[in-house]
């Protein structure tokens, strides 16, 4: 499957330090095993042209304070707090000049930030998405993107988990319901 770098963006979801090192509150090890074939595919994608964006999930440290219900901090603890060195990409993802780089506040890269402008804006149709997590990050932006009438792909080998049923499970549901399920190989940059 090609898709059109003229029309298309490589979304790299919360590959940072709390999530892909092994000293961050939420490390997972698969999403550290994927930085590698996520680097290949962002190369792949820059040579071509493509848009590159990078997501950051960062939270002040009040965020969730007088909540009535949503409160990550509760769920999760404490993580990518505000200003922490667990907001940032990982070193062997870290963005050039010419990427985008989201910050976002919950889940859904698209809820509260200006990503949808920023895509619109280029004429971006198309959604190449990679990152961590499978079943929360990565789902619930792919989802929203295929509700904005995107076209997401999820890159099935590079997408990070805790568990292998989370990613089982969150491939099979984007796959059958918004978006499209590919490895690594089978996407090309025309």
């Known amino acids: 499957m090609n898709v059109d770098t003229d029309s298309t963006a490589v979304i790299v979801v919360d590959m940072q330090n709390g999530f892909a090192h092994p000293d961050g509150s939420l490390y997972a090890p698969a999403s550290e095993e994927v930085i590698e074939p996520i680097s290949g595919l962002v190369g792949r994608a820059r040579e071509a042209g493509a848009e590159i964006v990078f997501t950051r999930d960062v939270h002040p440290p009040e965020q969730f304070d007088g909540n009535h219900y949503y409160d990550e901090f509760e769920r999760w603890g404490e993580h990518v707090v ?67 009438d995107y076209r997401p792909i999820l890159v099935e080998d590079a997408v990070g988990f805790i568990e292998e049923d989370h990613r089982a499970y969150a491939l099979d549901h984007a796959g059958w319901l918004f978006g499209e399920v590919e490895p690594r190989e089978a996407v090309g940059f025309d």
């Open 82 to 148: 505000e200003g922490s060195w667990e907001t940032e990409i990982v070193e062997e993802l870290a963005p050039e000049a010419d990427d985008h780089v989201v910050e976002k506040h919950t889940y859904d890269a698209f809820h509260g930030t200006e990503l949808d402008g920023w895509l619109s804006a280029r004429g971006i149709d198309d959604l190449v998405i990679c990152g961590t997590l499978a079943n929360v990050c990565v789902l619930h932006t792919a989802g929203s993107a295929g509700l904005r």
